[in-house]
T-cell receptor
Framework: DGGITQSPKYLFRKEGQNVTLSCEQN?????MYWYRQDPGQGLRLIYY???????QKGDIAEGYSVSREKKESFPLTVTSAQKNPTAFYLC??????????????FGDGTRLSIL | GESVGLHLPTLSVQEGDNSIINCAYSNSASDYFIWYKQESGKGPQFIIDIRSNMDKRQGQRVTVLLNKTVKHLSLQIAATQPGDSAVYFC????????????FGKGTKLSVKP
């Protein structure tokens, strides 16, 4: 079945540590996105990538980094510079940049907590 | 489960009744709108979408209504079932060339058996 796989489901970070969240999709989608979700708030965009080897900052990119070396993969690193990393992280993908009226599809998230 | 439902507006309905979830969107230039359903501990699931050149669109047991004059979107769920209990988000697309979405804060739907 085609879909978006996020791993791990739960992740714990120590102070001063970088951690990387995995997102893989086999939908052959060009565009991929990372969101952060906090209780009682809507999804906030961290980074997005419309095509391999290119990505753009979203609304809350500080303290995060990404790479897009393969079409299927869009890993997110939460760096030690992110002082409040505890949140639910969601990865999404979409058919292609500029294709207009197509929804984003989501993985089942990674819950990041501080030890 | 995940605490995505904290401090959200809540709609409580009886099983079998119809549900109406409302959303006010922010930008009159938005041309595409999506409703998502999010169950506890899971990612948002696509329900239905609508373009700005339409007022109404129907799916299986769901209908989305768009009122561009007042920038309002609603999701109607017919014959609500316990499995419909979740947080529902609306999202607007500011420009089709980017596909980036702005999400509302969500409404928690609780279905009483």
């Amino acid at each position: 079945d085609g879909g978006i796989t996020q791993s791990p489901k739960y992740l714990f970070r120590k102070e001063g540590q970088n951690v990387t969240l995995s997102c893989e999709q086999n939908l052959n989608h060009d565009a991929m996105y990372w969101y952060r979700q906090d209780p009682g708030q809507g999804l906030r965009l961290i980074y997005y990538s419309q095509i391999v080897n290119d990505f753009q900052k979203g609304d809350i990119a500080e303290g995060y980094s990404v790479s897009r070396e393969k079409k299927e993969s869009f890993p997110l690193t939460v760096t030690s510079a992110q002082k409040n990393p505890t949140a639910f992280y969601l990865c999404a993908s979409r058919v292609a940049y500029g294709t207009g009226y197509q929804p984003q599809h989501f993985g089942d998230g990674t819950r990041l907590s501080i030890l | 489960g995940e605490s995505v439902g904290l401090h959200l507006p809540t709609l409580s309905v009886q099983e079998g009744d119809n549900s109406i979830i409302n959303c006010a969107y922010s930008n009159s230039a938005s041309d595409y709108f999506i409703w998502y359903k999010q169950e506890s501990g899971k990612g948002p699931q696509f329900i239905i979408d609508i373009r700005s050149n339409m007022d109404k669109r129907q799916g299986q047991r769901v209908t989305v209504l768009l009122n561009k004059t007042v920038k309002h979107l609603s999701l109607q769920i017919a014959a609500t079932q316990p499995g419909d209990s979740a947080v529902y988000f609306c999202a607007e697309n500011l420009g089709r060339s980017q596909g980036n979405l702005i999400f509302g804060k969500g409404t928690k739907l609780s279905v009483k058996p």
